[in-house]
Structure formats: C-alpha cells, structure tokens
C-alpha cells in the first residue's frame, strides 16, 4: 500500500529482457534505502514492484509480462527519470490517499495550460475508467496523488485529431510537484499510469448492477448509508 506522496525521482539505469518480461535496475539516488530489503515493495510511476536485487544506491525488480501489458513501463529507456515510493509503513502520515500500486489504465496528456504559478494539465481517460473518475475526488498518475478539478461531461467531451471523442479529467499542478515528480517531463501525448480511487472500485463490486444509477435507495439497502 502507498499514499501516492512521490519520495525520489529515480533514473533507470539498465534494462535486461528475460524470457518475455524484464528485469529493471533503477539508481534510486535521493531514495532513503535504510529500511529497504530483498522483498520488500517500491512503487515506480505508481506500479507496484518487488526488490529482486539490491546493490547499494541501485536496485532490481522483475517487471511481469501482465504488468508490461497494462502500464507505461515497457516505454522506459535507459536513463528515463521515474517516481518512486517506498510502501508505506504502520504509522505514517498518510499525505495523499491509499494507493494499492496497481494501474486501471493508460491515460494521455490532451493539454497544459499555465494558471498563475501551476500549470493545468487535461488528461485522455482510456474508456469505462471515466466513471471512477470524480471533481474534487482522488486520481493517481504515475504514482502521484493528486485531486481532481474538473471532468469531462458527454456534452463537453474532447475530440481528437481523427474526430473520435474521449472523456478526460483535470489536475491542477502546483510548482512544489512539478519539481519532485517527473510531471515536469510531460508533453501532448505522453502516457500515463492511472490508479483510481480504491473506494469507488470497490463501491461498484459490492453494489448490484444498477441500470438506472445508483439511488439513495441502493444505498440504504446495501448498509452504505443509514
């Protein structure tokens, strides 16, 4: 479990294929290493991963086939700059929300616009990921958490170059974050790992299929509400 309260920006520093997936060695530089053992979990850009090797500042994980196939990590080259968060322990400050390290989607950086000293960035919502997705509610994007300002209503949503429209959300990002994430990185276009809000997941699992929407009726009868 994580927070989403980026600690080190990271490098990677070599990157071996084996047998279909791959193995990562990340120079973990400013990361507090201290507590950190063979076994233990990091999140990188918000993908949860296990420590295979550990030589000092430099450490390894296996990234799977399934994982390669569902986030952004299989883009990484050698040298790429990526967040990264120990697990959180028992008695920690939980700055953000929780964060389980295992991404819903890719999403995409439609725009950035400067607001006074944040910058407003709109990101592509990859479909059937939008309904998680609430104003003032909590998004994960590579690993960092972060509120949601606005979303995209069917009236207003955004028409790509090939005419097609997607749903999209927005983040306003203050400089303190660009400067400890790797947002400061992102371009038009370039993919991102989401992570949605854990409760809204798990709400739509617990609830029957409700065609009409969820009511406050659902709720009283599902023991959410008294």
Not at 93 to 113: E, P, T
Not at 117 to 143: H, N, T
Not at 150 to 175: C, K, M, T, Y
Request: proline letters at 2%; charged letters at 20%.
């Amino acid at each position: 479990m994580f927070t989403g309260i980026i600690a080190a920006i990271g490098k990677i520093e070599s990157i071996q294929a084996q047998g279909g997936d791959l193995r990562l060695h990340v120079n973990t530089q400013d990361l507090d290493l201290s507590d950190v053992k063979l076994g233990d979990s990091v999140a990188i850009n918000g993908v949860c991963l296990t420590v295979v090797e550990q030589k000092q500042a430099v450490l390894g994980f296996d990234v799977s086939r399934e994982s390669l196939d569902r986030t952004s990590l299989g883009a990484l080259v050698r040298g790429s700059e990526i967040n990264l968060e120990k697990a959180l322990a028992v008695g920690d400050r939980l700055g953000g929300h929780f964060v389980s390290g295992h991404v819903d989607g890719l999403g995409a950086v439609i725009s950035m616009q400067e607001s006074a000293r944040s910058v407003q960035f709109r990101f592509e919502v990859p479909a059937g990921l939008e309904r998680y997705i609430a104003e003032k509610g909590s998004i994960c994007i590579d690993g960092t958490s972060l509120t949601v300002n606005n979303v995209a209503e069917n009236q207003n949503r955004h028409s790509r170059a090939d005419g097609n429209l997607v749903n999209w959300f927005e983040v306003n990002i203050i400089p303190h974050t660009m400067q400890e994430t790797i947002m400061s990185h992102y371009r038009q276009g370039t993919k991102v790992n989401l992570e949605v809000d854990l409760i809204a997941r798990y709400l739509e699992r617990l609830l029957p299929n409700q065609p009409s929407g969820i009511s406050r009726e659902t709720l009283l009868q599902n023991g959410f509400i008294k």
